[in-house]
T-cell receptor, first 115, second 113 residues
Framework: DTAVSQTPKYLVTQMGNDKSIKCEQN?????MYWYKQDSKKFLKIMFS???????INETVPNRFSPKSPDKAHLNLHINSLELGDSAVYFC??????????????FGPGTRLLVL | GDSVTQMEGPVTLSEEAFLTINCTYT??????LFWYVQYPGEGLQLLLK?????DKGSNKGFEATYRKETTSFHLEKGSVQVSDSAVYFC????????????FGKGTKLSVIP
């Protein structure tokens, strides 16, 4: 079974649309993340979330919002899509053991193309 | 703030050549260090990690040693294979109240037969 899964794998949409990307982890982890990978392969954290707090990277536009229906899911909702949002989005999860930030496990990525 | 600097790519090697990808970092506290690998069209996979100074992480013939004195975590492999062609990312987690991984810009490795 896939540990961290994302849907859809590919997403092609028009500017101005609203879309969501879903992420699920079956590892029992308590922290989940969203990363953005640009065309040059550079990876940047967008959000980290556990049942206690949401930490937002201040450079992320407020058109992006994470939504967590439960501990195993962290979905990414994007309003009013722009051309510059085209990228690969990765979900990840980890288990915080006594304050140690353990290994993050990544999903396969969602390739978003905004036309 | 935290940062990771990797050697610029792309790197092209012949099969069975020796590989070194340099990685240096700046961080607060005592970070954990990681190498992730991204094969074409796939997500990131953890390759190896080290959580304290002088630890050596190893996996699939790859090794990296946590050097606090030089703030480095260079990735090495004695004999690369075509199947090692991928993008390699060095990353750290400073652990000081931070949940995020800070990544280097990635180094693309191509191994030719």
């Amino acid at each position: 079974d896939t540990a961290v899964s994302q849907t859809p794998k590919y997403l092609v949409t028009q500017m101005g649309n609203d879309k969501s990307i879903k992420c699920e982890q079956n590892l029992g982890h308590d922290t989940m993340y969203w990363y953005k990978q640009d065309s040059k392969k550079f990876l940047k954290i967008m959000f980290s979330y556990n049942n206690k707090e949401l930490i937002i990277n201040e450079t992320v536009p407020n058109r992006f919002s994470p939504k967590s229906p439960d501990k195993a899911h962290l979905n990414l909702h994007i309003n009013s899509l722009e051309l510059g949002d085209s990228a690969v989005y990765f979900c990840a999860s980890s288990q915080d053991e006594s304050g140690h930030k353990e290994t993050q496990y990544f999903g396969p990525g969602t390739r978003l193309l905004v036309l | 703030g935290d940062s990771v600097t990797q050697m610029e790519g792309p790197v092209t090697l012949s099969e069975e050549a020796f590989l070194t990808i340099n990685c240096t970092y700046t961080a607060t506290g005592y970070p954990s260090l990681f190498w992730y690998v991204q094969y074409p069209g796939e997500g990131l996979q953890l390759l190896l990690k080290a959580t304290k100074a002088d630890d050596k992480g190893s996996n699939k013939g790859f090794e990296a040693t946590y050097r606090k004195e030089t703030t480095s975590f260079h990735l090495e492999k004695g004999s690369v294979q075509v199947s090692d062609s991928a993008v390699y990312f060095c990353a750290l987690n400073s652990g000081a109240g931070s949940y995020q991984l800070t990544f280097g810009k990635g180094t693309k490795l191509s191994v030719i037969p």
